[in-house]
């Protein structure tokens, strides 16, 4: 998939407000060493730092854009280009930060107890994901993929998001390795400007599996077949806004 750092800013508030709840909920005062976890264009860095002014802060993400539009945003921290799956960094680690980021990556079994063991006696790992796979927006994405001409292009499209167990599942999973695994469940209402404002928002995310594959006369004709669909879903609220709701999955585990 390609990501565009300048689509994915366009809410650059409302996506960074998650961020900012994350690192406000890491349980401790003090952290000296810490990795931003799919950091993209350095956003959730910052709600990092700003908590941990002095902390020694290294931002990893898969997209090479992403990671030149942190360093431009933050020169003075450290990016580097890695897939969190393949990453080899061994720790130990205050603070393991992933914001809207492992929901891209597989096999949470393994991937959830490898972070979590690099954490230092007292280190979190501080996880938000997107929990809105059953939303009409993404039933939709599904929907208008496997009804066009193009559905057996994006017949694998689906499969980019990990699906995201219970709470009680990473529950267990990480208990053994961590005294403490707080996990909550929070949906944010954004207030955007029409249905169109919606499918812009999830063209820097959700959307990008079903249309990066398609050649850009197919890809217009699925946005606008999409953007119909979603007109009809998201009702118009008294002041001409729309409501997005949007459920995240927070996870913060500390050892």
Request: aromatic residues 8%.
């Amino acid at each position: 998939m390609t990501w565009s750092p300048s689509q994915y800013l366009k809410f650059e508030d409302e996506r960074s407000r998650p961020a900012r709840d994350l690192v406000a909920a890491v349980p401790t005062d003090t952290v000296r060493v810490a990795v931003d976890l799919g950091c993209g264009p350095g956003n959730s860095t910052e709600a990092l730092l700003a908590r941990y002014p002095q902390a020694d802060v290294l931002g990893i993400d898969s997209s090479t854009d992403m990671v030149e539009a942190a360093r431009k945003r933050l020169p003075r921290h450290r990016f580097e280009v890695a897939d969190i799956a393949a990453w080899q960094g061994t720790g130990p680690y205050d603070l393991l930060l992933a914001n809207a980021s492992l929901q891209w990556v597989p096999d949470h079994a393994t991937l959830f107890p490898s972070l979590a063991r690099r954490l230092a006696e007292g280190g979190t790992l501080a996880v938000q994901m997107p929990d809105n796979l059953d939303q009409p927006a993404h039933r939709l994405m599904r929907q208008v993929a496997a009804e066009g001409p193009w559905s057996q292009t994006l017949a694998q499209a689906a499969k980019a998001r990990t699906v995201l167990p219970a709470p009680g599942w990473y529950y267990d999973l990480l208990r053994p390795i961590c005294r403490r695994v707080d996990i909550w469940r929070t949906t944010y209402h954004h207030p955007l400007q029409g249905a169109e404002a919606v499918v812009e928002w999830l063209k820097g995310t959700g959307l990008r599996p079903f249309i990066d594959p398609l050649e850009p006369a197919q890809r217009n004709e699925y946005l606008a077949r999409y953007t119909e669909a979603v007109t009809q879903a998201y009702p118009v609220q008294g002041d001409g806004m729309v409501l997005l709701p949007f459920p995240r999955l927070f996870i913060v585990a500390t050892r």
